[in-house]
Nanobody
Framework: VQLVESGGGSVQAGGSLRLSCRAN????????ITWFRQVPGKPREAVSC????????YYADSVKGRFTISSDNAEHTVHLQMDNLKPEDTAVYYC??????????????????????WGQGIQVTVSS
């Protein structure tokens, strides 16, 4: 699966950005699509995941209430709406995709080795 991210950029604290991840698959059905982020010197951190089949979502505690993930299955695209951004949200954001059984998603969605397909990454910078 090829994944292409778009929508990154620079914004001041309190602002918003919307990231998009488009997949070149016939259907997103059956896939978990997850956004990760990484800053230099730190491991990749799972931010949010959506199960394309039924829309089940997962969020890291650090972004709950500020970020919203959604899946547009007709467009094979997953969006991450990021509101009330903070300087600590600054990172390279990656989307990842894998077929994960729904009963296992709650356990494995945060684990980077779970995913076999990754986008190229996109920079998000939040200034104070």
């Amino acid at each position: 699966v090829q994944l292409v991210e778009s929508g990154g950029g620079s914004v001041q604290a309190g602002g918003s950005l919307r990231l998009s991840c488009r997949a070149n698959v016939f259907t997103l059905d059956g896939y978990a699509i997850t956004w990760f982020r990484q800053v230099p010197g730190k491991p990749r951190e799972a931010v949010s995941c959506v199960m394309a089949r039924d829309g089940t979502t997962y969020y890291a505690d650090s972004v709950k209430g500020r970020f919203t993930i959604s899946s547009d299955n007709a467009e094979h695209t997953v969006h991450l709406q990021m509101d009330n951004l903070k300087p600590e949200d600054t990172a390279v954001y990656y989307c990842a995709a894998e077929r994960i059984p729904p009963q296992l998603a709650g356990t494995y969605w945060t684990s980077a080795p779970t995913y076999g397909s990754w986008g190229q990454g996109i920079q998000v910078t939040v200034s104070s």
